[in-house]
């Protein structure tokens, strides 16, 4: 095998796994086998993605409780104790005084017309009272119960979307490090044949069977693979840190993958009912028409302010006031009361108007984003359908191609070990062999990933995802 037929076949693989070709020097300190369920499983508990939509989740519960409170009845206590330290005075001309005080003190003199500053406001004051208010309509009160559900479940269904992404992240990167470890092994299987072919050559050169130049050929054949085998172990790490990056756990954990690159067909029946499930099922499309709801609600919370606010309200209270801070309990005086209250808004300058208008246009936007959603989803199914059927016919020419590539290659071996076939014939069969393995391996990772879109699509969550989320 020449070294730039090599080449590109690692950077096939390494490409398709996403990574680069950059050194990993990470030490590991534990390790853990690792299943395809088993990591999805895991990322359900640990992804941050996931446990952010699930916090999401709570909060919009807790929303909920906010917004039955703003129907419920508003209690509140409040006290107060009020020292005048200097008092305000009011005042009024001596006469009214002199009207007042004659009949009380005859000696008291007679008014000069001057003001005279007296003060009516004792020392000392203190009071506690218990006030309650009900609403008893409002309507943006009772439009915002409804949204806050709406909006409840519209997180809920934003919580499932990112469910069934993080499972289809899990299962690529999952298959690309099987891909990963794939062209690792391919690479040293491909560095054993060459040295036992340069085994061989060696051989066959003591015995004047084969010219230097063979033997050279060969030797650089071996060294060129070296450097290859070193990068796709590289490669297979990369993938791996990869994996448990998209777990939501830390690099220090080693893993051994113990599924492998194997074929699973979908569903016929499932891919038959795809277009319809694509529309019912899909997570990304319920919450599009959860946000038209929501919007809706917000049309309506808009309009209510032309509707009048009608509430109850009532107060008992204690009071009392001296001027001396000597209170006793018959000092304080009680006081109670009820009564309704109802407003009405007859102008605020074409606010409410605007504000229904731009809520109307917030409620279009999202019909047509919904439309617009619907259309990419379709076009998105045909395209995997499209991948699904393509990549079954290639793992199938490619099992066909393997088996004469390994065919051919036995007999070229055996051919130059009789001296009837060349060097050159050795190494073409080689690289045959590697680029038909590489294509069928290729092919399995392409399906693979296609059906996990899939699935992405439609919103399935495979079941032992679900039993994990519900532990």
Same mark, same amino acid.
């Given at each position: 095998?020449?070294?730039?037929?090599?080449?590109?076949?690692?950077?096939?693989?390494?490409?398709?796994?996403?990574?680069?070709?950059?050194?990993?020097?990470?030490?590991?300190?534990?390790?853990?086998?690792?299943?395809?369920?088993?990591?999805?499983?895991?990322?359900?508990?640990?992804?941050?993605?996931?446990?952010?939509?699930?916090?999401?989740?709570?909060?919009?519960?807790?929303?909920?409780?906010?917004?039955?409170?703003?129907?419920?009845?508003?209690?509140?206590?409040?006290?107060?104790?009020?020292?005048?330290?200097?008092?305000?005075?009011?005042?009024?001309?001596?006469?009214?005084?002199?009207?007042?005080?004659?009949?009380?003190?005859?000696?008291?003199?007679?008014?000069?017309?001057?003001?005279?500053?007296? +003060?009516?406001?004792?020392?000392?004051?203190?009071?506690?009272?218990?006030?309650?208010?009900?609403?008893?309509?409002?309507?943006?009160?009772?439009?915002?119960?409804?949204?806050?559900?709406?909006?409840?479940?519209?997180?809920?269904?934003?919580?499932?979307?990112?469910?069934?992404?993080?499972?289809?992240?899990?299962?690529?990167?999952?298959?690309?490090?099987?891909?990963?470890?794939?062209?690792?092994?391919?690479?040293?299987?491909?560095?054993?044949?060459?040295?036992?072919?340069?085994?061989?050559?060696?051989?066959?050169?003591?015995?004047?069977?084969?010219?230097?130049?063979?033997?050279?050929?060969?030797?650089?054949?071996?060294?060129?693979?070296?450097?290859?085998?070193?990068?796709?172990?590289?490669?297979?790490?990369?993938?791996?840190?990869?994996?448990?990056?998209?777990?939501?756990?830390?690099?220090?954990?080693?893993?051994?993958?113990?599924?492998?690159?194997?074929?699973?067909?979908?569903?016929?029946?499932?891919?038959?009912?795809?277009?319809?499930?694509?529309?019912?099922?899909?997570?990304?499309?319920?919450?599009?028409?959860?946000?038209?709801?929501?919007?809706?609600?917000?049309?309506?919370?808009?309009?209510?302010?032309?509707?009048?606010?009608?509430?109850?309200?009532?107060?008992?209270?204690?009071?009392?006031?001296?001027?001396?801070?000597?209170?006793?309990?018959?000092?304080?005086?009680?006081?109670?009361?009820?009564?309704?209250?109802?407003?009405?808004?007859?102008?605020?300058?074409?606010?409410?108007?605007?504000?229904?208008?731009?809520?109307?246009?917030?409620?279009?936007?999202?019909?047509?984003?919904?439309?617009?959603?619907?259309?990419?989803?379709?076009?998105?199914?045909?395209?995997?359908?499209?991948?699904?059927?393509?990549?079954?016919?290639?793992?199938?020419?490619?099992?066909?191609?393997?088996?004469?590539?390994?065919?051919?290659?036995?007999?070229?071996?055996?051919?130059?070990? +009789?001296?009837?076939?060349?060097?050159?014939?050795?190494?073409?069969?080689?690289?045959?062999?590697?680029?038909?393995?590489?294509?069928?391996?290729?092919?399995?990772?392409?399906?693979?990933?296609?059906?996990?879109?899939?699935?992405?699509?439609?919103?399935?969550?495979?079941?032992?995802?679900?039993?994990?989320?519900?532990?």
């Amino acid at each position: 095998m020449n070294l730039k037929s090599t080449s590109l076949i690692l950077i096939l693989f390494l490409s398709a796994t996403g990574f680069s070709l950059s050194p990993v020097c990470a030490q590991e300190t534990s390790l853990r086998r690792l299943s395809l369920e088993d990591a999805v499983r895991m990322a359900m508990k640990t992804n941050p993605d996931l446990l952010t939509a699930r916090l999401e989740v709570k909060r919009s519960d807790a929303r909920v409780l906010e917004a039955w409170g703003n129907a419920m009845p508003a209690v509140d206590i409040t006290g107060q104790y009020v020292h005048m330290i200097d008092k305000p005075v009011s005042f009024f001309p001596d006469y009214f005084l002199y009207s007042f005080m004659k009949g009380i003190d005859s000696t008291y003199p007679k008014p000069s017309g001057q003001f005279v500053p007296i +003060s009516f406001t004792p020392a000392f004051n203190a009071s506690a009272s218990l006030n309650v208010r009900q609403i008893l309509f409002n309507g943006a009160v009772f439009v915002g119960v409804g949204a806050a559900h709406i909006y409840s479940n519209l997180a809920r269904d934003l919580y499932q979307a990112k469910q069934v992404e993080t499972v289809t992240r899990v299962r690529k990167a999952y298959y690309g490090a099987l891909l990963a470890h794939e062209a690792f092994d391919l690479m040293r299987s491909s560095l054993q044949n060459a040295e036992d072919n340069l085994k061989n050559v060696q051989l066959m050169r003591k015995q004047g069977m084969v010219s230097e130049y063979d033997e050279l050929r060969a030797t650089v054949g071996v060294e060129n693979l070296r450097p290859m085998v070193i990068q796709s172990e590289t490669g297979y790490s990369l993938s791996l840190d990869n994996l448990k990056n998209t777990l939501g756990v830390t690099t220090k954990d080693t893993f051994v993958l113990t599924d492998s690159l194997t074929l699973q067909p979908v569903d016929e029946q499932l891919i038959a009912r795809a277009e319809d499930l694509v529309v019912e099922t899909n997570p990304g499309l319920s919450a599009s028409k959860r946000q038209i709801e929501l919007n809706g609600a917000v049309v309506n919370a808009e309009r209510s302010n032309y509707l009048p606010t009608l509430s109850a309200f009532g107060s008992y209270a204690y009071s009392a006031a001296k001027d001396q801070f000597n209170f006793s309990p018959n000092d304080f005086y009680k006081g109670s009361q009820v009564g309704l209250s109802l407003s009405l808004n007859i102008f605020q300058g074409l606010q409410t108007f605007s504000r229904v208008e731009q809520a109307q246009l917030e409620q279009r936007k999202s019909e047509e984003q919904r439309i617009g959603l619907e259309r990419t989803l379709r076009t998105g199914l045909h395209s995997i359908l499209g991948n699904l059927e393509q990549t079954r016919k290639r793992i199938d020419a490619g099992g066909r191609t393997v088996e004469m590539a390994e065919r051919g290659y036995k007999i070229v071996t055996t051919r130059f070990l +009789s001296s009837a076939a060349t060097q050159l014939e050795v190494n073409d069969a080689q690289l045959a062999l590697t680029q038909a393995k590489v294509n069928r391996v290729q092919a399995i990772f392409d399906y693979l990933s296609a059906s996990a879109d899939l699935e992405q699509l439609i919103g399935r969550l495979p079941s032992y995802a679900l039993e994990s989320e519900q532990q």
